[in-house]
């Protein structure tokens, strides 16, 4: 659950400040959006995918490789030069959101016994939703504080620290029998939701009959 915590605090952290980093990268708030939306979209496209993989590999070690690569949006994110780069960065980095997720409710699923499950699962789910709205509710107090790339570079050691730990206490689960992982099937989920939700968000500002595009545009002077 600490891992878990360390990973998706920072879902929605940014919400409060994207005024300033628009102003930072001298784009729109419109445009910085996708720090939120990018991210949200990439969790819920990957971790059905993810998940499979927790089943085929084994839900540690998909849970640590998600581990690894927060570590490494965490401080790449902290270092970000433009506003694309940070949305992309963002974007990628949320897949670890959707590997600690999935692998973690897996670990939980199969680790409890019957009796307890119910419990365990209770506060997964407290971390898991409750995290991202931590993350609102402290936002603006850290970002006034620190500013918003040290809640990365202070995230990275949490993360640190979760995945050495978690390397020497939690169980590696079984696998399941060996398939054929459905490629097409992915790709397929993953492209229509990634259109459908592109269109929503960028129907109101480029048209509903647009050809689509994300613009990058410089606010008024």
């Known amino acids: 659950m600490g891992g878990l915590f360390s990973v998706n605090v920072t879902f929605t952290i940014l919400a409060v400040a994207l005024p300033r980093i628009a102003h930072d990268f001298h784009t729109t708030r419109n445009t910085m959006t996708w720090v939120i939306t990018g991210p949200m979209l990439a969790f819920g496209i990957a971790a059905p995918t993810l998940g499979k993989a927790a089943d085929q590999y084994g839900a540690k070690r998909v849970y640590q490789m998600g581990l690894l690569l927060s570590f490494t949006a965490a401080v790449m994110s902290s270092l970000a030069w433009g506003a694309i780069p940070l949305i992309i960065i963002r974007t990628i980095g949320s897949l670890e959101g959707a590997a600690t997720g999935a692998a973690s409710m897996a670990m939980v699923m199969r680790t409890f016994d019957r009796e307890d499950r119910v419990k365990a699962m209770g506060w997964w789910s407290l971390v898991g939703a409750g995290g991202p709205v931590i993350g609102v509710v402290l936002?603006?107090?850290?970002?006034?504080?620190?500013?918003?790339?040290?809640?990365?570079?202070?995230?990275?050691?949490?993360?640190?620290?979760?995945?050495?730990?978690?390397?020497?206490?939690?169980?590696?689960?079984?696998?399941?029998?060996?398939?054929?992982?459905?490629?097409?099937?992915?790709?397929?989920?993953?492209?229509?939701?990634?259109?459908?939700?592109?269109?929503?968000?960028?129907?109101?500002?480029?048209?509903?009959?647009?050809?689509?595009?994300?613009?990058?545009?410089?606010?008024?002077?």
């Open 139 to 221: 936002g603006g107090f850290l970002l006034e504080t620190i500013g918003w790339r040290w809640l990365y570079a202070c995230q990275a050691p949490l993360i640190a620290i979760a995945f050495v730990v978690g390397s020497i206490v939690l169980p590696q689960t079984e696998k399941l029998p060996p398939q054929k992982f459905d490629v097409a099937g992915a790709l397929t989920l993953s492209g229509g939701i990634t259109a459908l939700l592109f269109a929503i968000n960028r129907g109101p500002e480029l048209g509903w009959s647009s050809g689509g595009g994300v613009r990058v545009t410089r606010p008024a002077s």
